[in-house]
């Protein structure tokens, strides 16, 4: 069960996170670091399916992950569950509400979760006054288009292995961006969850990562997952390693 997120809401020190350069732009002075950490505070006690918002929430604040993953989803009118995307350390979530004030999705935690919250008024002002941060939140956004445009190439025009392949590289770039290991990785996600986001159903899913382990491309136990053959999934999806 949650704990009361207000009982662990303290300061995050930016200045100070491993993490920062995946949130926050480069170069930032001290002076304008203290300003960010000013703004900033620490929620922790997300477990595996706590919600850190959902959909109709008021927009109030942005949030980096600072440990754990979450995904988001909307649900259907008949009340099945469409995974809209899966969020890792060092990204920031929150983007969708503000247009609308309001959250469009839900964000649950895929697995022991903290966030830093980054009131978005307070955010906003600064940007005004840091115009590397105001930059930077347009390339997070920008990012964010680029991402959704990916998933509609996706489900618009892949084969359900060309769906996998892809969606296995693109977990391995952002955990490559992260320094880790681009190769050797566990899933957070179940493959149900993974079939909902890339609109496969889960004997499609899991019928795709025996073939890919039949083949050497991969190697799978339960939800560790290790790429064998890197230019062979960027052949799958069109792509030159």
């Known amino acids: 069960m949650q ?7 303290r300061k995050a020190a930016c200045s100070n996170c491993r993490l920062r350069e995946l949130c926050l732009p480069v170069g930032l002075s001290a002076g304008e670091m203290q300003q960010v950490d000013d703004i900033s505070h620490l929620k922790r006690g997300y477990a595996r399916g706590d919600y850190l918002y959902r959909s109709n929430d008021k ?4 949030y980096a992950i600072r440990k754990g993953s979450f995904k988001t989803q909307v649900l259907h009118e008949d009340g099945r569950e469409q995974v809209t ?19 469009t999705c839900d964000a649950v935690a895929m697995e022991s979760s903290e966030v830093c919250e980054l009131p978005f008024n307070k955010l906003e002002t600064l940007s005004r006054e840091l115009p590397s941060l105001q930059r930077h939140l347009h390339k997070i956004m920008s ?18 292995e060309e769906r996998l392949a ?20 566990q899933l957070r996600m179940s493959r149900q969850e993974i079939g909902s986001y890339l609109g496969l159903k889960l004997e499609t899913v899991s019928r795709a990562f025996s073939n890919f382990q039949d083949n050497g491309l991969i190697n799978v136990r339960a939800r560790a997952v290790e790429l064998l053959d890197l230019p062979a ?4 999806v069109g792509k030159q390693q």
């Open 3 to 9: 704990q009361s997120v207000s009982s662990f809401r």
């Open 59 to 62: 927009f109030q604040s942005l």
């Open 85 to 103: 995307g899966f969020q890792m350390t060092g990204e920031i979530i929150g983007l969708d509400a503000i247009c609308t004030d309001h959250h």
């Open 143 to 160: 990012r964010e288009i680029v991402r959704d445009q990916g998933i509609m190439l996706l489900l618009g025009s892949m084969r359900a």
């Open 166 to 185: 892809a969606f296995l590289l693109n977990l391995s770039q952002r955990l490559a961006a992260r320094g880790l290991s681009p190769t050797q990785f």
């Open 233 to 236: 999934l960027h052949a799958l």
